[in-house]
């Protein structure tokens, strides 16, 4: 296979042959860093409506009082296509034992359950919904932010509305 000059089949050097595959790979990446993989990528991106809810348990009830029924969802201090529809604040029940072994459950006096439900214009790329720069899933981190809050839950609900 190769010769003792270090030719393969005879024509090419091997040191050729590999800055010819250095070559080949960093015009592969320039090519995919400078297109952001849109000309190979074969799924498309549509604009859809989404409902969700963002539950928030770890806030005391003042932090709510800045967020508003009808406030438009913000990120890097622009608006998105997003509002506050509902705001629910219920009792957050803890669970203890206490000294005997039994188990009580009360309501928190400090802390609130607080579910939040949004309106909003998602891009969807199968299967992923974002909003902004984030990722619209069951059970993922949600940071919601408003002109007014900057306030960090779980998604709990999430469906398409269109």
């Known amino acids: 296979m ?3 000059q270090g030719k393969v ?3 090419i050097h091997i040191f050729d042959l590999l800055l010819i595959l250095v070559v080949i790979l960093v015009g592969i990446t320039a090519f995919e860093r400078l297109t952001d993989n849109e000309l190979i990528s074969f799924s498309q991106e549509e604009d859809v409506k989404v409902k969700y809810e963002v539950v928030f348990t ?3 009830s003042e932090y709510f009082t800045s ?5 438009q969802l913000a990120e890097d201090k622009k608006f998105l296509d997003g509002e506050i529809t509902n705001i629910v604040i219920e009792d957050r029940i803890i669970t203890r034992v206490d ?8 309501a928190d006096p400090l ?28 059970g993922l981190p949600h940071f919601l932010v408003t002109q007014k809050a900057n306030l960090s839950g779980v998604i709990s609900e999430l469906e398409r509305i269109e």
């Open 2 to 4: 190769m010769n003792k």
């Open 9 to 11: 089949g005879g024509k």
């Open 58 to 60: 770890e806030y005391n």
């Open 67 to 71: 967020v508003d029924i009808g406030d």
């Open 99 to 106: 000294n005997n072994g039994q188990i009580i459950s009360a």
């Open 111 to 138: 802390k609130k359950k607080v579910t939040i439900e949004v309106e909003a214009t998602a891009s969807y790329e199968n299967p992923i919904y974002k909003i902004g720069k984030q990722e619209l899933r069951e």
